[in-house]
């Protein structure tokens, strides 16, 4: 055998022993079609969002409706009787007293007829006496004593009447009021049922409006009420009645407010913004731009919990303008998530930063 055969040989079994030796270590390494799970680096930068910490407080939620303002009251005075108006004494725009006279119609013989039936009422009662002192002594009949009572009730309606009618020529304002409306002058005739002046109080208004029957279980009679007035002024009130069954069009329910107007505003029959104070709760006054919808449709707002976690909580609204809005169901006191809300989701651990700059 030739040395380079020799060399060959030995190179072989060099390699042999050397396997024989690995595989006897254990090093042995198997492969695997999963990855490794990765792990968490202690390092990693976590999402940072700004927050501002609000702290709940007492608000007076209130239920606003479109409404409409009359007088408190308003009645159109009508002649009772058949004449000839013989004097005004009262003018358009006038205010007047409870009871006072506002015109003169013409008597066309009314005195005379209450004079001729109390006459007749004054001799029936006369013989009236006179009968039963008869009767007593069984010198006049029973029916006959029947037919007197009966003449005498009748003409004492006929006197009520006269005098009524008397009274009838002088109409009174039946409450203290403003002369709206003035249809007669010296001159005019009237019949029953003509019109002669209409009378409004307005230093008290009526204010009426449609409750949403969602919203009707917070309204009671006696709460606060505050009228905007299309001019910008205001006026406060009390609600008065509420009503026990809704609109079967519009599923409503009426409300009726009493106003006070001291200074006399001309604003019935007009069109105003009533707001129904409801009993004070705890909320939060945010702006409606961190307001966003949960995956059911419901308003909601992020905050960040103790942990540094992302939170989504609905809310209900109390109120909302353009400067903000009142919202409960939040903890009394929250970290609102006022920047980045959008980049981060429920559960998700945070690096809260203060509005100030003062990290959380």
Do not use: C
């Amino acid at each position: 055998m030739t040395k380079a055969r020799w060399g060959s040989l030995g190179l072989s079994l060099l390699v042999v022993v050397l396997l024989v030796i690995w595989m006897m270590t254990g090093e042995v390494k198997v492969s695997s079609d999963q990855a490794p799970e990765r792990q968490p680096d202690p390092e990693a930068e976590l999402t940072s969002v700004q927050v501002d910490t609000l702290q709940a407080r007492l608000h007076e939620p209130g239920l606003r409706l479109q409404g409409q303002l009359e007088p408190w009251f308003s009645v159109s005075l009508n002649a009772r009787v058949a004449g000839t108006v013989e004097k005004v004494t009262a003018d358009l725009g006038q205010t007047v007293s409870d009871g006072q006279v506002l015109a003169q119609i013409s008597d066309d013989g009314r005195l005379a007829m209450v004079t001729r039936w109390q006459s007749r009422v004054e001799k029936l009662e006369a013989d009236l006496v006179a009968a039963r002192k008869l009767r007593s002594e069984n010198f006049t009949s029973q029916s006959q004593l029947l037919g007197l009572e009966s003449e005498l009730a009748a003409a004492r309606a006929e006197l009520t009447a006269a005098r009524l009618a008397v009274e009838y020529l002088t109409p009174e304002a039946p409450f203290k009021g403003i002369i709206n409306a003035r249809h007669v002058d010296p001159g005019t005739l009237v019949q029953v049922g003509s019109p002669l002046f209409e009378l409004v109080r307005i230093d008290r208004l009526k204010a009426t409006g449609q409750i949403p029957q969602q919203s009707v279980s917070q309204i009671a009679v006696g709460q606060p009420v505050r009228i905007d007035l299309l001019d910008g002024g205001q006026l406060q009130g009390v609600v008065t009645f509420v009503a026990s069954a809704a609109n079967p069009e519009t599923r409503s329910f009426a409300v009726e407010i009493a106003v006070e107007n001291p200074d006399l505003k001309r604003v019935a029959g007009g069109s105003a913004s009533l707001r129904i104070a409801l009993p004070e709760v705890k909320a939060l006054f945010i702006s409606p731009a961190h307001l966003s919808l949960g995956d059911d449709g419901r308003p909601g707002v992020k905050y960040v919990d103790e942990n540094n976690r992302v939170v989504f909580e609905t809310v209900r609204l109390l109120s909302v303008s353009t400067e903000g809005a009142w919202v409960t169901g939040l903890p009394d006191e929250i970290r609102l998530i006022t920047r980045g809300a959008g980049f981060v989701s429920e559960g998700e651990q945070v690096n809260p930063v203060e509005r100030s700059g003062n990290r959380g």
